[in-house]
């Protein structure tokens, strides 16, 4: 797959710092979602470049019907929860080598506040 200039602009803009958040804040999760829209969507079967997100919270990775996965997230056997997606935001390859999706979310308050919104709209 060969991803467009624009995406990789997309994913520059995802870099910051901050101190981490106890509980996230899913109205600014809402806002840091922004930034996964351009490959996620939250419509369930709507996948576009990444799988819909829709019901992610629970699921288990990698199983999004009519999907084409990275052979590493095929196979990567994880349970999407709190700390798995933490840690697959905050380190994607380290965590699902092999995986596609190479734009991760350093700044730990806003995986705290896009993992709160995920579930809120789980
Ligand atoms: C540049 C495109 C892109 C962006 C931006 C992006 N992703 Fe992804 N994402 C992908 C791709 C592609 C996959 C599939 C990975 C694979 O098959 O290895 C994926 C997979 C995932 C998965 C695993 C889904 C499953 O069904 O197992 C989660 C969770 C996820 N992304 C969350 C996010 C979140 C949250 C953001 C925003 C902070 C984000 N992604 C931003 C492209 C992207």
Request: net charge positive; proline share 6%; hydrophobic share 45%.
């Amino acid at each position: 797959m060969k991803l467009k200039p624009t995406l990789w602009i997309a994913a520059l803009l995802l870099a910051g710092t901050g101190p981490a958040l106890a509980d996230g804040d899913a109205a600014h999760g809402k806002i840091v979602f922004g930034r996964c829209a351009v490959c996620h969507s939250l419509d369930a079967g709507k996948n576009l470049v990444g799988p819909s997100l829709k019901g992610v919270a629970g699921r288990k990775s990698g199983t999004v019907a009519g999907y084409q996965y990275s052979k590493g997230m095929a196979a990567a056997g994880l349970t999407w929860d709190d700390a798995t997606l933490d840690k697959f935001l905050a380190a994607p390859s380290a965590t699902v080598p092999g995986t596609k999706m190479l734009v991760g979310l350093p700044n730990p308050a806003d995986r705290a506040d896009v993992i709160a919104y995920l579930k809120s709209v789980n």
